[in-house]
C-alpha cells in the first residue's frame, strides 16, 4: 500500500556524514512508522532507527545510538537518517521500511525500499 524510495548513499570517509532519505508514496506517511535497517555483506539485515507516527518516540540500535538520527517530516512524505561520525562497520545497504508500529525484526516488515548503498571507506 505505501512505496518507498531511498536515496543519499554513497561513498564517504570514516568520520564523515550522510543523510539517507526515505520517499514515501501511495499512502500518507502520518499513517506509518518509519524504520530504518541495513544489510552488510556476509550479514543479515538488522535494525538500526526507528521512529514512531503516532508521537516522536525514536529508537535505535546500541551500535549506531549516539551517532545516527531519525527524523520525518510527514507533510514531505519522507523520513531521513542522518548519520554522522561513520565508521567502517557502518558500510551497508540501507533499506526503509514502514509498518503501523516501529519493529526491529525485519522479517516482520511488509513495505521496503529497494535500498541505497553506503560505503565508509578508510
Known amino acids: 500500500q505505501v512505496q518507498l524510495v531511498e536515496s543519499g548513499g554513497g561513498l564517504v570517509q570514516a568520520g564523515g556524514s550522510l543523510r539517507l532519505s526515505c520517499a514515501t508514496s501511495?499512502?500518507?506517511?502520518?499513517?506509518?512508522?518509519g524504520t530504518w535497517f541495513r544489510q552488510a555483506p556476509g550479514k543479515e539485515r538488522e535494525f538500526v532507527a526507528g521512529i514512531a507516527w503516532h508521537d516522536v518516540s525514536t529508537y535505535y540500535s546500541d551500535s549506531v545510538k549516539g551517532r545516527f538520527t531519525i527524523t520525518r517530516d510527514n507533510a514531505k512524505n519522507t523520513f531521513f537518517l542522518q548519520m554522522d561520525s561513520l565508521k567502517l562497520e557502518d558500510t551497508a545497504v540501507y533499506y526503509c521500511?514502514?509498518?503501523?508500529?516501529?519493529?526491529?525484526?525485519?522479517?516482520?516488515?511488509?513495505?521496503w525500499g529497494k535500498g541505497t548503498l553506503v560505503t565508509v571507506s578508510s
Open positions: 521500511a514502514a509498518d503501523t508500529v516501529v519493529r526491529t525484526s525485519p522479517t516482520l516488515m511488509n513495505y
Open positions: 501511495g499512502r500518507p506517511l502520518s499513517d506509518y512508522a
